[in-house]
């Protein structure tokens, strides 16, 4: 993993992007508004399972071992996943969740983690909303329920690292996609060889980092 950063760090930078202003909200009260975008791939639904998991476990550790040093720190979730994105220049796009995270960089930046209750009872009424309607989890299943299946449940919460650490993953490998469809669609156009050669060398760049992300996460590889 250690390794993989190092090298998103050195060739992987999202182009900062405006931020969208339709908005996902999961209340009756709010009308559902979904964002219009002409990409085969968005990344709004990755962003709602980001700020899910913010705001459950925000104020959750978990332990990073480093096998090069054969030490581990604690690290609080929200503080893994604000200062993991922001080290790539990644933006949120969606406005609601844009706030929520721009909210947990700022009371992190006061060395604070804020408890879900701050967001449920935040006057901003479309944060409020939001922040309720992601805290009821749909995927609440009771121990009874179970028990008579005899299925074994895993929780995310029972790994957190992995849990939040794959999350992560997946929306930089959703960028990547995107980012791929960006140069295809430039390298169809009529371009100078100076720059098609630079595309192809990203391409490629890119490629290898998202080859590295799919390993990590066992995922099919499918263009």
Same mark, same amino acid.
């Given at each position: 993993?250690?390794?993989?950063?190092?090298? /998103?760090?050195?060739?992987? %930078?999202?182009?900062?992007?405006?931020?969208?202003? #339709?908005?996902?909200?999961?209340?009756? !009260?709010?009308?559902? @508004?979904?964002?219009?975008?002409?990409?085969?791939?968005?990344?709004?639904?990755? &962003?709602?399972?980001?700020? %899910?998991?913010?705001?459950?476990?925000?104020? %959750?550790?978990?332990? /990073?071992?480093?096998?090069?040093?054969?030490?581990?720190?604690?690290?609080?979730?929200?503080?893994?996943?604000?200062?993991?994105?922001?080290?790539?220049?990644?933006?949120?796009?969606?406005?609601?969740?844009?706030?929520?995270?721009?909210?947990?960089?700022?009371?992190?930046?006061?060395? @604070?983690?804020?408890? @879900?209750?701050?967001?449920?009872?935040?006057?901003?009424? +479309?944060?409020?909303?939001?922040?309720?309607?992601?805290?009821?989890?749909?995927?609440?299943?009771?121990?009874?329920? #179970?028990?008579?299946?005899?299925?074994?449940?895993?929780? &995310? !919460?029972?790994?957190?690292?992995?849990?939040?650490?794959?999350?992560?993953?997946?929306?930089?490998?959703?960028?990547?996609?995107? +980012?791929?469809?960006?140069? #295809?669609?430039?390298?169809?156009?009529? /371009?100078?060889?100076?720059? %098609?050669?630079?595309?192809? &060398?990203?391409?490629?760049?890119?490629?290898?980092?998202?080859?590295?992300?799919?390993?990590?996460?066992?995922?099919?590889?499918?263009?």
């Amino acid at each position: 993993m250690n390794e993989l950063n190092k090298l /998103i760090r050195k060739k992987f %930078r999202q182009k900062p992007s405006e931020i969208i202003d #339709e908005e996902v909200f999961y209340s009756s !009260e709010f009308e559902e @508004e979904t964002i219009p975008t002409t990409r085969l791939l968005d990344t709004s639904h990755l &962003e709602k399972e980001i700020t %899910r998991i913010l705001l459950l476990y925000g104020n %959750r550790q978990f332990t /990073i071992n480093d096998d090069e040093s054969e030490s581990s720190i604690d690290i609080y979730v929200a503080s893994f996943i604000i200062n993991d994105l922001k080290a790539d220049d990644i933006k949120i796009t969606t406005k609601t969740y844009c706030k929520i995270f721009d909210l947990y960089d700022l009371f992190i930046s006061r060395n @604070e983690i804020p408890k @879900e209750n701050y967001f449920i009872a935040h006057e901003d009424k +479309k944060i409020s909303t939001t922040a309720t309607d992601l805290l009821l989890s749909p995927y609440y299943l009771s121990p009874n329920w #179970e028990l008579k299946q005899k299925i074994l449940t895993t929780l &995310e !919460e029972d790994d957190l690292h992995k849990t939040v650490s794959h999350l992560v993953l997946r929306l930089k490998d959703k960028i990547l996609y995107i +980012k791929f469809d960006e140069i #295809e669609n430039t390298l169809k156009q009529d /371009i100078d060889d100076k720059l %098609r050669t630079k595309l192809q &060398e990203e391409y490629m760049e890119f490629k290898k980092i998202s080859m590295k992300i799919n390993n990590i996460l066992g995922s099919v590889i499918t263009r």
